[in-house]
């Protein structure tokens, strides 16, 4: 069984009814009244980003259908924002190694943090 975590940054090709094909990756994976949508990035100076129902076939294969219904993609697009706003305060204590510093100490990512001060990360400590 495919875990959907694993699609993260996965390459996609979706081809338009003209024949063209468009190569986007999995931007993210968003829950959304109870279906799961991926948000892809297109692979290209544009970025457009498309909201894509996730289907999952018998034979593992997963399935990204593209939806036309604003609804459905602005809910998708809101709820996206707001774990991001939500993940980015709860990081504000956490630096990209993974630990919180609190007091002046060297982390296992290299770089000494004192409080108040900012590390490579760019969060404040």
Same mark, same amino acid.
């Given at each position: 069984?495919?875990?959907? $975590?694993?699609?993260?940054?996965?390459? +996609?090709?979706?081809?338009?009814? %003209?024949?063209?094909?468009?190569?986007? /990756?999995? #931007?993210?994976?968003?829950?959304?009244?109870?279906?799961?949508? #991926?948000?892809?990035? $297109?692979?290209?100076?544009?970025?457009?980003?498309? +909201?894509?129902?996730?289907?999952?076939?018998?034979?593992?294969?997963? #399935?990204?259908?593209?939806?036309? %219904?604003?609804?459905?993609?602005?809910?998708?697009? $809101?709820?996206?924002?707001?774990?991001?706003?939500?993940?980015?305060?709860?990081? $504000?204590?956490?630096?990209?190694?993974?630990?919180? /510093?609190?007091?002046?100490?060297?982390?296992?990512?290299?770089?000494?943090? /004192? =409080?108040? =001060?900012?590390?490579?990360?760019?969060?404040?400590?």
């Amino acid at each position: 069984m495919i875990r959907p $975590e694993s699609l993260i940054g996965a390459p +996609v090709a979706l081809q338009a009814p %003209d024949g063209r094909v468009f190569r986007f /990756h999995v #931007a993210a994976l968003v829950p959304y009244e109870g279906e799961t949508y #991926a948000v892809l990035e $297109e692979e290209s100076e544009s970025g457009q980003m498309l +909201v894509t129902l996730v289907e999952v076939a018998e034979d593992n294969i997963p #399935a990204f259908l593209v939806q036309g %219904d604003e609804e459905i993609i602005t809910g998708v697009m $809101e709820t996206l924002v707001a774990r991001s706003i939500a993940r980015s305060m709860e990081d $504000e204590e956490e630096c990209s190694c993974g630990h919180h /510093h609190h007091e002046e100490h060297t982390c296992s990512c290299g770089h000494d943090h /004192h =409080h108040g =001060h900012d590390c490579h990360c760019g969060h404040h400590h």
